[in-house]
């Protein structure tokens, strides 16, 4: 009998680990797209997923109906993340990276700053397409929101694969990512396929804010946790692998929380700190991360 | 006269100038100014060891604030002492000293402490670079408030230390805020002149071979562990004075003292003053005290905006100076007063 | 470093265009070191290749020739591009050059790293598509037998001025050439 009582308990922790490290693994994505493609950790990626959030919010605030609304928001992410590779990027494309860098964490205070300012600091409830039930499989009680949230952010990772895979731009924006001056001599425009490799993270991070908004309530400051578990995601999977970003990120969701749920000291507030801690042994251990395979460390 | 001669003939002037600037600025304005210009000095201080790591050596950190924060606690904690904590009404933990201290001297012990922690952090930190070093002391930034509220028997939890108004030690007769000023920019000045040598020296010299090629450097015989972990213990010590600093101005301490935000913005204002010079840093202090509380209401109009309007103006400006002066305010004023030097050193 | 004069292709000014113009307008540059895209396949390259003129049709098209000139690409289409040889890449580099149909073909020193026998089979695969197809080329090289001897013209290049020029075969028994380049 006890037996049973600990693994639907395990069981359960798994699979809401699963659903977080799927939100966690989308934002990962992102980072990585965009640190493949210019070579640029984007600081403010989690600000502009708060930013899109608010925005989706608004449209539901005022009538418009959840899926309509939650895709007209990843049209306007998209723009958004073309919009700020064009606008704040490429101006300054061939500086030092550290300087491009430092552009984002202003982009992220400015941002989060005029979060607040637009929306105000309060708390905000948003709504989730799943309804609140649990399922019962087994003697597992595994909640509906999280196997939809686990099946839309993995679901947009595998069309992105798709993409990636079989289409010309997809392949493109491969080749650009390897090799950019070697693009340019097939005639690719390099600086567009920077422009929409932002589109494309600024619309996964879009996607982990929507999912994450129903159970970490919407504020200005939410997605500040969820994008260092994203960072922790996609250095632990190498910096430089879109798998391992994912890996990562369901990976860091279900240790989180069992170590949350099974270790006492841990318990709910030092969740983070013990994360990073997992972490900086990792990367002790091996610096590339899991499926890394440049050395972070540029020489 | 050459021109290298001029030019320190006029960082000396200006020097002076600051000096006379600061000892007198008291007598001009009001205790609440006072004040604020009290927290400049902290935040120069702070800046100081921040331009050291980042600017010098290269290394990305994104959690200076929870170093101050280190600083902080342990002034107040000694300043507490155990029996302070239970007229607080807080369980203190056996290793705090059963009597407080008096306030200037943990303001060193808490440096040593701070430096010690972060050199222990730049050990491990050893292995990450760039990328991989801000997540980690941006994650740290983080964690500390709740690290923080979690050790109660040393912090004195969410509820935090509420500390004596200081007064000025030595039985002399100066009134608390004309004290901390004084004390303030006396530690300011002294940790200024400590940081002019270690940049100007060997030291110095090896941060920024670091900085700029870590092959090379090695290469040239410069060890990057010895050093790394050095501007670490360094920077993280002065970010352990002004912590202590702050927490004897402030008089009160909690987790969220020092928050993420803080971290953000003081990287920020470090790029603002510009980063790799130790001139820079004084408008970097100014910025970060005064820029929100002008954000909200600017001088001159008649409006009041929301508070959310700082970090806006504070994150564009960041972007405007990454655009158009990646020098900050120290690579303006020297390609300003590069003229000048000229035409002086020219005309004699 | 100050510079002045032009560039045109074809009656098109192609002054200060990037290259992906320059590949636009109908030229396929190898460069020096291949450029391949090490960690795509084989038929990843050469898709890339086709890409400046719409990849999907293109490559379909273009396949079965390129196939002809080198067979054993067919075969190992699916192998990832750093794991050749050295010949083999830089064949796979003009294959890559080919797809595309250009009007100029651009080889910047294709001999480099490779063995003579290597080098013979590239320059004579050069010196076939420049027969059967009139594909102009322009070749980059220090070997300078192996290029004097696919080559119609040739020109000296002498720290950025035209040294020499003309016919390769006058060239070949220019007293300076010989003594500087082919070594008697």
Known sequence: MPLAFIWSDFAQQVTSGLAAGAIYASLALALVLIYQTTNVVNFAQGEMATFTTFIAWMFMDHGMPYWPAFVLTLLIAFAGGVGVERVLIRPIEHRPEIVIVIMTIGLLIALNGLTGWIWGPEVKAFDSPFPNRSVIVGNVAISVRDIGTFCVCLGVVVLLWLFFRFTTLGLAMRAVAFNPDASRLMGVRVGWMLALGWGFAAVLGAIAG??????????????????????????????????????????????????????????????????????LLVLVIRPTGLFGRRVVRRV | MTRRWVARALTALVLAGAVVLIAFLPRVTSEFRLGEFTYVAIYFIALLGLNILTGYNGQISLGHAAFMAVGGYTAAVLILGQEGFKLLGQQPSDIIPKHGMTPIWTIPVAGVVTGVIGYLFGLPALRLAGVSLALATFAVAVSMPSIAKRFEHLTGGGGGLSLPLPKAPFGWDISPPHWLYYEAWGAAGILFVVAWLLVRGRVGRAWRSIRDGEVAAVSSGVSPAVYKTLAFGISSAYAGVAGALFAIQNAYINPDTFPLTLSILLLASAVIGGLSSLSGVIVGALVLEFLPIYAQDPPVLDVSFAKQAAPVVFGVVLMLIVYLMPGGAAGLLRRLTRPIVAAVSRRS | MRHSGEIAFAGKQLSGAGPDKAARSGIAHVPEGRGLFAELSVWENLRMGAYVRGERRTIRQEAPRVFEYFPWMERRRNQQAGTLSGGEQQMLALARALVARPRLLMLDEPSLGLAPTVVQEIFRIVRELNAEDGLTVLVVEQNANVALDAASRAYVLEVGQVAVGGDSAELRKHEGVRKSYLGY
Request: hydrophobic content about 65%.
């Open chain 1, 210 to 279: 929507m999912m994450a908004a129903p159970t970490v309530f919407l504020d200005p400051d939410m997605m500040i946790v969820v994008l260092i578990y994203a960072f922790a995601a996609a250095v632990l999977g190498g910096i430089d692998s879109p798998i391992g970003a994912v890996v990562g990120g369901l990976l860091l969701g279900v240790v989180i929380n069992l170590l949350g749920a099974y270790v006492n000291f841990v318990g709910n507030e030092l969740r983070l700190p013990t994360a990073l801690a997992v972490l």
